[in-house]
Nanobody
Framework: QVQLVESGGGLVQTGGSLRLSCAAS????????MGWFRQAPGKEREFVAA??????????DYADFVKGRFTISRDNAKNTVSLQMNNLKSEDTAVYYC???????????????????WGQGTQVTVSS
C-alpha cells in the first residue's frame, strides 16, 4: 500500500532552519505531484508548497507566506520530496503534512482535495 512518511520536524528558534523530508513507497513516484501542507492548532489545513510530476512550467508553487523562505525539491531516484525551511517564524509552527496526487493539473496543486495520499505529519515548533 502507499505510504508517505515525514521526518525532520522539531523545535527551532525564530530565524532558524529545518529540512523536512517525505519518503514515499507503494507508488510510481515520478507520476505523482507532491505537496506540503500544514495545520496549526485551531486552524484549517493550508497549502505550503508543491512540486510537479511533469515538466510543468516552473515546476513548483508556493504559498505567498513562504515565498523566498521555503524551497521544495524532489528526488525521483530516492522517492523523496523535501522542504527546506529557512528564516522560520513563530507563525510557521504547525504540523506539516506531505501529500501525493496522481498526475494532477498544475492549477490544482493548492487544493487539499487534489491529493489522494497523505502522511501522518511532523511537528514543527518555532520558538521566539
Amino acid at each position: 500500500q502507499v505510504q508517505l512518511v515525514e521526518s525532520g520536524g522539531g523545535l527551532v528558534q525564530t530565524g532558524g532552519s529545518l529540512r523536512l523530508s517525505c519518503a514515499a513507497s507503494g507508488l510510481t513516484f515520478s507520476s505523482y505531484g507532491m505537496g506540503w501542507f500544514r495545520q496549526a492548532p485551531g486552524k484549517e489545513r493550508e497549502f505550503v508548497a508543491a512540486i510537479s510530476w511533469s515538466d510543468w512550467s516552473g515546476g513548483t508553487d508556493y504559498a505567498d507566506f513562504v515565498k523566498g523562505r521555503f524551497t521544495i525539491s524532489r528526488d525521483n531516484a530516492k522517492n523523496t520530496v523535501s522542504l527546506q525551511m529557512n528564516n522560520l517564524k513563530s507563525e510557521d509552527t504547525a504540523v506539516y503534512y506531505c501529500a501525493a496526487a496522481y498526475m494532477p493539473n498544475h492549477r490544482n496543486y493548492r487544493f487539499i482535495r487534489t491529493y489522494e495520499y497523505w502522511g501522518q505529519g511532523t511537528q514543527v515548533t518555532v520558538s521566539s
